[in-house]
């Protein structure tokens, strides 16, 4: 069973920076997409940034501030989270998805911005 745990979640004012990191349990190169959500409370969970063979994939309300990267060495993949606003405060999920289309997710991180 594939395992993934985040770290680097916490409070953070209006304009500041967080890094989010999600280390698997596996060689990630063995996912054929890795993906961060979020949810906030009262809202679904939603796409934010997604990255696969075909690059990198951003939802509009984060392109510009935030960036998904990878680290194959340490089989972990962060979202370096930029101009940080209050309506980005919610959970932070990250997910691989293999070839055989199995989700795996992490336990989620609390992002918390103040104006």
């Known amino acids: 069973q594939v395992q993934l745990v985040e770290s680097g979640g916490g409070l953070v004012q209006a304009g500041g920076s967080l890094r989010l990191s999600c280390a698997a349990s596996?060689?990630?190169?063995?996912?054929?997409?890795m993906s961060w959500y979020r949810q906030a409370p009262g809202n679904e969970r939603e796409l934010i940034a997604i990255i696969n063979s075909g690059g990198t994939n951003y939802a509009n309300s984060v392109k510009g501030r935030f960036t998904i990267s990878t680290d194959t060495a340490k089989n972990t993949f962060d979202l370096q989270m930029n101009s940080l606003k209050p309506e980005d405060t919610a959970v932070y999920y990250c997910?691989?998805?293999?070839?055989?289309?199995?989700?795996?997710w992490g336990q989620g991180a609390q992002v918390t911005v103040s104006s």
């Open positions: 997910n691989g998805d293999d070839s055989r289309n199995r989700h795996y």
């Open positions: 596996r060689n990630i190169l063995g996912f054929k997409a």
